[in-house]
């Protein structure tokens, strides 16, 4: 009776911390068991998810054993033979839901990416990460290992548990990327692949007139106007150029930048001065989520705009606005002060996309204080790129 006693606690034991690891890395059991499993909410939004690989760069990208050839495995697998000893990489960036030894592939890596896709890395000798961790595009995730006597690696691509065809997104020799947009469409417990022979459907690439019916088009950052398109993309692309006059406005006109962003003291935003008690202009079309004395900041001002961007903007002498109230972009909502921890008036000026600050430089060029002309790669991660023109 104790040795069953025993067992049973050992077995209950496991049983939580198997359920305790799990909650930890962010996964269910399951996912950590399964190769194919379903990804949880991935078409909770919409029935359509695009991924728009256009816009990825070099960085963005990595074939899973560069220097190996590949060779196309019933429509679904790739199997890249190479060198003893050489790094399977991570194809895109994301975090590793799987990483166990298996009786059919042996040691397995899956990957989740942050554009919806998973991929799988089977046949290692040796797997160098752990479940929950966060990879890069090109960051070794194992040694390669064999299979009849050749180092090789089985790869595939899935989406929601389903294996997909790897030559439709990579060309199987050169290794590149396709650089199209594909949209995937749930149909039950299928989906299927839209080709697109240009930018993603998530695009606000924004032209000058509407070809319909020849009216310009009106493009803001008013979070009750525009829609979300990150419901049916996991990237969009963003014409700063597009932003009509009366949508924006430079925050402070007349000044010059005392402070850049960055730096050795990692300055969150940009420091612009005029005079004291000169006026402070919203940014943006947007809503006012934050009006009052924050910290080293002094009288701080927050205004939430569209597609997960807000304007921040500290040290004022007096705050005019109050939160909940909608501003127009050219608003006067504050007055130049050095309250907070400031030592000459000035406008501390922050822009964030998804919660992380981004260099206000990537919107405004702050020398002829108007939009910069530049195309954004807005990322549903938090990621933000910028394509010259």
């Known amino acids: 009776m104790k040795l069953k006693h025993l067992f049973i606690g050992l077995l209950t034991f496991g049983n939580s911390f198997l359920v305790c690891y799990a909650q930890q890395s962010g996964f269910s059991v399951a996912e950590q068991e399964q190769i194919s499993i379903p990804t949880p909410h991935l078409f ?8 728009d690989f256009s816009t990825y760069s070099n960085q963005d990208y990595s074939f899973p054993l560069p220097i190996g050839k590949a060779t196309l495995q019933n429509n679904q697998a790739l199997e890249i033979t190479t060198r003893k000893g050489d790094a399977v990489r991570a194809m895109f960036a994301g975090v590793v839901r799987l990483a166990r ?14 554009n919806g896709l998973e991929t799988v890395y089977a046949y290692n000798l040796q797997n160098v990460v752990k479940v929950g961790q966060r990879v890069k595009a090109g960051q070794t995730l194992a ?5 009849d006597n050749r180092f090789v690696c ?6 929601n548990g389903g294996w997909l065809n790897p030559s439709i997104f990579v060309e199987v020799n050169s290794h590149k990327l396709s650089k199209r947009a594909f949209s995937f469409k749930r149909f039950g417990n299928h989906v299927d692949i839209i080709p697109s022979s240009s930018s993603s459907n998530g695009s606000l ?5 509407d070809k319909k019916n020849n009216s310009p088009v009106k493009l803001t950052l008013d979070p009750e106007e525009a829609s979300d398109p990150f419901l049916n993309s996991m990237t969009f692309k963003l014409d700063l150029e597009g932003i009509q006059k ?21 300055h969150s935003g940009v420091d612009i001065k005029t005079k004291p008690n000169d006026n402070i ?42 939160v909940g109230q909608k501003v127009k972009a050219g608003q006067v909502i504050g007055l130049t002060g050095r309250t907070g921890r400031a030592t000459t008036e000035h406008l501390h000026f922050e822009v964030h996309f998804k919660g992380r600050t981004i260099n206000p430089a990537t919107i405004f060029n702050h020398v002829a204080r108007r939009l910069q002309a530049f195309t954004l790669i807005l990322s549903k991660s938090g990621n933000v790129k910028t394509l010259k023109k």
């Open 281 to 322: 202009l919203a940014a943006f079309d947007g809503l006012v989520i934050k009006s009052s004395p924050f910290s080293g900041y002094g009288n701080c001002i927050v205004i939430k705009h569209a597609y997960g961007f807000e304007t921040l903007y500290s040290h004022q002498s007096k705050n005019l606005v109050k």
């Open 246 to 266: 009366e949508h924006w406005a430079y925050p402070l006109p007349g000044s010059h930048v005392i402070s850049s962003y960055g730096g050795k003291r990692n």
């Open 44 to 51: 909770s939004h919409s029935n359509v998810l695009t991924i």
């Open 101 to 114: 030894k298996t009786s059919k592939y042996g040691n397995v890596i899956v990957v989740r990416h942050d």
């Open 143 to 147: 040694i390669v290992g064999g299979k």
């Open 154 to 159: 089985l790869f595939a691509i899935m989406i």
């Open 205 to 209: 690439l924004q032209e000058s007139s």
